[in-house]
């Protein structure tokens, strides 16, 4: 009876040790959680403020670089293997890419106005050249008529022999004056007009006289009809 008593009691003191031990692990395991969570959290930050201590634009920068990086490398395996590197990067190029590509060029504007004569000049040079359509039969015929001098060499002499065909004359006088037109568009002076009153005593005294109006006729207004009436005070 007395070894029951002892076993029951024995038992009895077991339970709530272990209960103990069970609550204590379970405190330690959140405790690992807990400084886990704090360790990424500061590494968090510290990469935040990494991030915005760069620059706006860093990401496209990177990945600028890589893939300056990545080019020079494929630049020199082809180098290495003897391979046009040119020619193997078009080969990886598949039809979808290069069908974009083509629409997102048409969909550019390559005139942005001007900038500077030699830009323009070259704008003009890229319209007419794509404007032409080349005359294969005249080209033939030019060929058979030319024969040798067709290709000439310093000793051929073909100067002043090409007489332009009147299609061909008719197309650049066509084109001469769709210029002419176009420039008259663009043109940035204004017409003069006889029935305005002359209130100036040169070009550049009108234009100063147009800009006090601009800013100051609405409050000027009566004074001027008054002047011209001779009613004035």
Same mark, same amino acid.
């Given at each position: 009876?007395?070894?029951?008593? @002892?076993?029951? /009691?024995?038992?009895?003191?077991?339970?709530?040790?272990?209960?103990?031990?069970?609550?204590?692990?379970?405190?330690?395991?959140?405790?690992? %959680?807990?400084?886990? /969570?704090?360790?990424? +959290?500061?590494? @968090?930050?510290?990469?935040?403020? $990494?991030?915005?201590?760069?620059?706006?634009?860093?990401?496209?920068?990177?990945?600028?670089?890589?893939?300056?990086?990545?080019?020079?490398?494929?630049?020199? @395996?082809?180098?290495?293997?003897?391979?046009?590197?040119?020619?193997? $990067?078009?080969?990886?190029?598949?039809?979808?890419?290069?069908?974009?590509?083509?629409?997102?060029?048409?969909?550019?504007? =390559?005139? %942005?106005?001007?900038?500077?004569?030699?830009?323009? #000049?070259?704008? #003009?040079? #890229?319209?007419?050249?794509? #404007?032409?359509?080349?005359?294969?039969?005249?080209?033939?015929?030019?060929?058979?008529?030319?024969? @040798?001098?067709?290709? =000439?060499?310093?000793?051929?002499?073909?100067?002043?022999?090409?007489?332009?065909?009147?299609?061909?004359?008719?197309?650049?006088?066509?084109?001469?004056?769709?210029? *002419?037109?176009?420039?008259?568009?663009?043109?940035?002076?204004?017409?003069? +007009?006889?029935? /305005?009153?002359?209130?100036? *005593?040169?070009?550049? +005294? /009108?234009?100063?006289?147009?800009?006090?109006?601009?800013?100051?006729?609405?409050?000027?207004?009566?004074?001027?009809?008054?002047?011209?009436?001779?009613?004035?005070?």
């Amino acid at each position: 009876m007395a070894s029951c008593t @002892e076993v029951s /009691a024995t038992a009895t003191r077991e339970v709530p040790t272990a209960k103990r031990e069970d609550r204590l692990r379970k405190f330690r395991e959140l405790h690992f %959680q807990r400084n886990e /969570a704090r360790k990424l +959290n500061h590494q @968090e930050v510290v990469e935040e403020d $990494k991030r915005l201590k760069l620059p706006a634009n860093w990401e496209a920068k990177k990945a600028r670089l890589e893939w300056e990086l990545a080019e020079d490398e494929k630049k020199k @395996e082809c180098a290495a293997k003897g391979e046009d590197y040119h020619r193997v $990067k078009l080969l990886e190029i598949t039809a979808d890419d290069a069908e974009r590509w083509e629409r997102k060029k048409k969909k550019k504007n =390559p005139d %942005q106005g001007f900038a500077g004569y030699a830009e323009a #000049q070259f704008r #003009q040079y #890229q319209r007419l050249t794509r #404007q032409i359509r080349p005359d294969f039969e005249g080209y033939e015929k030019q060929r058979e008529e030319c024969g @040798e001098d067709f290709h =000439p060499t310093s000793n051929s002499l073909i100067h002043g022999t090409h007489v332009p065909t009147k299609d061909g004359i008719d197309r650049m006088v066509e084109d001469v004056e769709k210029q *002419i037109e176009k420039r008259a568009k663009y043109s940035r002076r204004r017409a003069y +007009n006889d029935d /305005a009153d002359i209130d100036y *005593i040169n070009e550049r +005294n /009108a234009k100063f006289n147009k800009k006090a109006e601009r800013f100051y006729g609405k409050y000027t207004a009566e004074i001027k009809q008054n002047l011209e009436r001779g009613t004035a005070v």
